[in-house]
């Protein structure tokens, strides 16, 4: 099963995820971003931060960079 890796970057910080997390393939990693960005984002709401710009890039083990799902693509708006 490959490993996927969440870096969470934004314009001026890159968190390297250095685990990462065993996933069938890009369509599961694609969606344990998004579950992992929903969480994310209320935790940053409740601490009263700034949503803009916070993005999942989702990598390999050799660090090639697959697909990139940016936190507010989770959010559902009117």
Do not use: K, W
């Given at each position: 099963?490959?490993?996927?890796?969440?870096?969470?970057?934004?314009?001026?910080?890159f968190?390297?995820?250095?685990?990462?997390?065993?996933?069938?393939?890009?369509d599961?990693?694609r969606?344990?971003?998004g579950?992992s960005?929903?969480?994310?984002?209320?935790?940053?709401?409740?601490e009263g931060?700034?949503?803009?710009?916070?993005?999942?890039?989702?990598?390999?083990?050799?660090?090639?960079?697959?697909?990139?799902?940016?936190?507010?693509?989770?959010?559902?708006?009117?």
């Amino acid at each position: 099963m490959p490993r996927y890796f969440f870096h969470i970057r934004t314009d001026d910080v890159f968190i390297r995820d250095p685990d990462g997390s065993d996933l069938p393939d890009l369509d599961a990693a694609r969606s344990e971003a998004g579950h992992s960005a929903r969480d994310l984002l209320a935790a940053l709401l409740r601490e009263g931060e700034v949503l803009d710009g916070q993005v999942f890039e989702i990598s390999d083990e050799a660090g090639t960079v697959l697909a990139r799902v940016p936190f507010r693509s989770v959010l559902r708006l009117p």
